[in-house]
């Protein structure tokens, strides 16, 4: 069960011209999938533990995130 | 507009290349991902990204109702063309320029009388308005509770940091007691309105109120008020680290959004019962009522009937 939900993500997308580096991601990810660097740049260096909550995406004030299911999973986000 | 996003894919093997990103200055980036249908990509197909990135600063709770608003309007299936965004002046009324619908940004406080004139003459079009908490209940006060009063169908988004933004963080009519602001120095002594309670005694037919970090709410809720026949007003608790967090506290984004986490809970839960000091969340007032456009064309009828009698 754990293994099909971790790998519902397809990739985690960060545009870089628009994030603002609050740090919002970083904080609130429940599974500490995003770092920041000491200029506040975010990397996503464990993309693989990504459960797909929708939280970053949605939290994030600068809309720079974008979650890219798997195309079998695309109809069912929750 | 692709070609100029730098996009980062956190890929496991080959998954970066197979979702077709590009490195920035690709041009021939590939317009499918970009400008799907709504249902694929909202943030894409809503938003006006020639002006992003948006001038809110970082951390700033008003990005992440835009955010909340675009999924609201995606899951309804609302095309562009059936929605006019009607903003008065200040942080919350700059969605209004960021949103792909028809949109008017129009004078402080007044955007509730040039909706309400939108809606009169265009009452199949979707209203909605995104105003701060100065803008709809300090100058926009009248407006709001006459709005309210008529039940003229459409969604009034108050957008609530408790501070004026733009202008350099004067306190607005919902900072509250004790709040430091640069025009309160020595802190404040007015209490604040409570959106909800005015709203519903000014004959509001849905009100309720979330805050910025209960996102999946946020979209349910915005969804509700737009789907509502009347008036809805949604108060949405937004974080102000600028100005608001960085006079009371030095509070930042993060700890704000953690405090609406611990600060509200849901009406009718237990944590409410156990804990009344706690700000509610969730819709209060759900009820059918006549809608005024309704009315108003009934009158029409009515007149035109009487006219055409009489000759």
Known sequence: MASSTKNRIDSIIINQEWCKRCGICVSFCPKKVFEEDDEGTVSIPRPEDCIYCELCERLCPDLAITLVPKPQDSGDPS | ?311
Request: one cysteine or more.
């Open chain 2, 1 to 311: 507009m692709s070609d100029t996003r730098v996009k980062k894919a956190g890929g496991k093997e080959s998954g970066v290349n197979e979702t077709g990103v590009k490195e920035a200055g690709v041009k021939e980036a590939a317009p499918q991902e970009i400008r799907t249908s709504p249902e694929g990509k909202p943030v894409e197909y809503y938003l006006r990204d020639r002006f992003m990135p948006h001038i809110w600063c970082g951390g700033c709770g008003h990005g992440t109702v835009l955010n909340g608003l675009i999924r609201s309007v995606d899951e309804l299936g609302l095309k562009k063309r059936e929605i006019v965004m009607v903003s008065g002046i200040g942080c919350s009324a700059r969605m209004a320029g960021y949103l792909d619908f028809h949109t008017l940004h129009t004078l402080h406080g007044r955007a509730l009388a040039f909706a309400t004139g939108v809606k009169l003459s265009r009452p199949e079009l979707t209203i909605i308005c995104p105003l701060g908490d100065g803008d709809a209940l300090a100058i926009g006060g009248n407006h709001f509770i006459h709005a309210a009063r008529r039940n003229i169908d459409m969604t009034v988004l108050i957008l609530n940091n408790r501070i004026y933004g733009m202008t350099g963080g004067q306190y607005s009519p919902l900072s509250g007691c004790g709040i430091d602001a640069s025009t309160a120095p020595y802190s404040t002594i007015e209490d604040a309105f409570d959106t909800v309670t005015l709203a519903t005694a000014a004959g509001a037919t849905f009100v309720a109120r979330t805050t910025s970090f209960h996102v999946h709410e946020l979209q349910d809720t915005l969804t509700r008020a737009i789907r509502h026949k009347g008036l809805s007003v949604v108060e949405v608790l937004s974080q102000c680290p600028t100005h608001f967090g960085r006079k009371n506290g030095n509070l930042e984004a993060i700890q704000m959004l953690k405090d609406f986490r611990t600060g509200t809970a849901r009406i009718g839960s237990r944590q409410l019962e156990n804990n009344p000091g706690l700000i509610p969340r969730g819709i209060f007032v759900e009820k059918d009522k006549r809608e005024y456009c309704d009315h108003y064309l009934d009158v029409i009828e009515r007149a035109r009937g009487k006219s055409g009698a009489s000759r």
